[in-house]
């Protein structure tokens, strides 16, 4: 990696400015995430062959009961890993509800409302469907 003009404040570890522009180390997030438990591995097919997937979990976040998985992108790191970081214990799970347009359901709501990490953003969110 080239040598960085200053370091982020979220953790210059993660993520790095130089010239004004930030750059995600994407490789040393998505091993954070996985040595945090945010992410899982599963296989997929690629090119036909079986591979390695990585999905963010989020069990029993909409339904109770589910074994869940959201998908990403590697556009999506930097924004997963940045939630993170800012609420450990949410972050991640706040972040899957704005990707699915979902708020979480109700039980969830009202724990994450108990613990002060309930959002003005995430209020704005649809309900899932009955399962």
């Known amino acids: ?51 390695v997937v990585l999905f963010i979990l989020c069990n029993d976040l909409f339904y109770w009961g589910t074994a869940d998985g959201q998908a990403f992108t590697t556009v999506d790191i930097g924004p997963l890993m940045k939630m993170h970081l800012e609420d450990p214990d949410w972050g991640a799970q706040k972040w899957c509800c704005l990707k699915r347009n979902l708020r979480p359901q109700v039980p969830v709501i009202e724990f994450m409302k108990k ?17």
């Open 115 to 131: 613990q002060g990490k309930w959002t003005p953003e995430l209020e704005a969110l649809p309900a899932p469907p009955p399962s």
């Open 1 to 51: 990696m080239a040598k960085q003009d200053s370091k982020h404040p979220l953790d210059p570890y993660f993520f790095t400015m130089k010239d004004g522009t930030e750059y995600c180390n994407e490789e040393e997030c998505l091993a954070k995430l996985l040595f945090d438990g945010i992410l899982f591995c599963n296989t997929g097919k690629f090119n036909g062959e079986d591979t």
